[in-house]
């Protein structure tokens, strides 16, 4: 049984930054493509980040460089370092564990409980 547990959202002004924390338990971590969505009120969820467990990354469209996708399979962490937040970044942050193929993220079954990510003045 996978359990993914996230970390380190909060309340952060225009500009500021966040790192966001997923440590996982069972499951094989180092084989797994591990990723980050986020989800806001009324929205559809979205994929912000994904990583492969050999390292290769994609981002979300929106993140335009701003956030880097990191993994530490001795830990069985993902983390998420978010630079330069917006207000419209303001939602939901939930840590999947999915599959890796065709240069994409795929969307697991194994999900975090999330963490609120919320940029206001």
């Known amino acids: 049984q996978v359990q993914l547990v996230e970390s380190g959202g909060g309340l952060v002004q225009p500009g500021g930054s966040l790192r966001l924390s997923c440590v996982a338990s069972g499951g094989a971590f180092s084989i797994s493509a591990m990723g980050w969505y986020r989800q806001a009120p009324g929205k559809e969820r979205e994929l912000v980040a994904g990583?492969?467990?050999?390292?290769?990354?994609v981002y979300g469209g929106f993140v335009k460089g701003r956030f880097t996708i990191s993994r530490d399979n001795a830990k069985k962490t993902v983390e998420l370092q978010m630079n330069d937040l917006q207000p419209e970044d303001t939602s939901v942050y939930f840590c999947?564990?999915?599959?890796?193929?065709?240069?994409?993220?795929?969307?697991?079954?194994?999900w975090g409980q999330g963490t609120q990510v919320t940029v206001s003045p």
């Open positions: 999947n564990k999915g599959t890796f193929y065709d240069n994409k993220y795929h969307m697991g079954i194994n």
């Open positions: 990583i492969s467990r050999g390292g290769t990354i």
